[in-house]
């Protein structure tokens, strides 16, 4: 990966735990994405943080960005068995906008 | 209201074949990206146009891989020869540009290479 130290995670939890994915990249960075994949299907945006809001929340769904660290989190409070999926954090490069990909974080939730 | 669509869905190919995966993004999406997963890689990138302007061209990818763009609602990505360590979902995906970022994706094209 070019980015997005996320490392090839895979987590396994109980259903109605939280979950906290982590993600950190060597550049600076003002936007960055998350996206959720199912399996046999292609990522889809969840949810998207800019630097100027530091916190962003879309229902159970929680980002954050923290540019001075240059790290971004995902969190996901009472996690539910649909929850589970790929989740990869992504960001746009400045000068070509073109868009880059952590490794992923495989979220398995069990009943 | 069509996403975007990748055919096909299932590619089996021989080493040393040449094959060739399609997608048609979003009607009006100005940009365009290929990536080749794998379980250990992840999403790498491996070309991205800007209305039809090759911008990327996936470094270690250029010797056998060539992406093109002969018109805004279609693109193909050529593999030339194969080799098993080729095998990997390849995802096509679109985006409308400027100041919208969110990255629209199909389902895929799952390539494998005996």
Redesign the interface.
């Given at each position: 990966s070019q980015w997005g130290e996320e490392n090839l995670q895979a987590l396994s939890i109980q259903e109605g735990e939280d979950v906290t994915m982590n993600c950190s990249y060597k550049t600076y960075t003002t936007v960055v994405h998350w996206y959720r994949q199912d399996s046999g299907r292609g990522p889809a945006l969840i949810i998207l943080i800019r630097s100027n809001e530091r916190e962003k929340r879309s229902g159970r769904l929680r980002a954050t960005l923290d540019t001075s660290s240059q790290s971004s989190s995902l969190s996901i409070t009472a996690a539910q068995c649909e929850d589970t999926a790929v989740y990869f954090c992504a960001r746009g490069w400045s000068n070509t906008n073109k868009v880059v990909f952590g490794t992923g974080t495989r979220l398995q939730v069990l009943p | 209201d069509a996403g975007?669509t990748q055919t096909p869905r299932h590619e089996v190919a021989e080493k040393g074949q040449t094959i060739i995966l399609k997608c048609e993004p979003v009607s009006g999406h100005n940009?365009l990206?290929w990536?080749r997963q794998t379980?250990?890689?992840?999403?790498?990138?491996l070309s991205?146009f800007?209305s039809k302007s090759l911008?990327?061209d996936g470094g270690a990818f250029k010797d056998r891989f060539k992406a093109e763009m002969l018109n805004s609602s279609f693109s193909t990505l050529k593999i030339q020869p194969t080799e098993p360590k080729d095998s990997a979902v390849y995802?096509c995906?679109s985006?409308l540009?400027g100041r919208v970022?969110?990255?629209?994706?199909?389902?895929?094209t799952r390539l494998t290479v005996v």
């Open positions: - | 975007v940009d990206f990536y379980k250990i890689q992840g999403l790498e990138l991205y800007r911008m990327e995802l995906a985006r540009g970022t969110e990255v629209f994706f199909g389902k895929g």
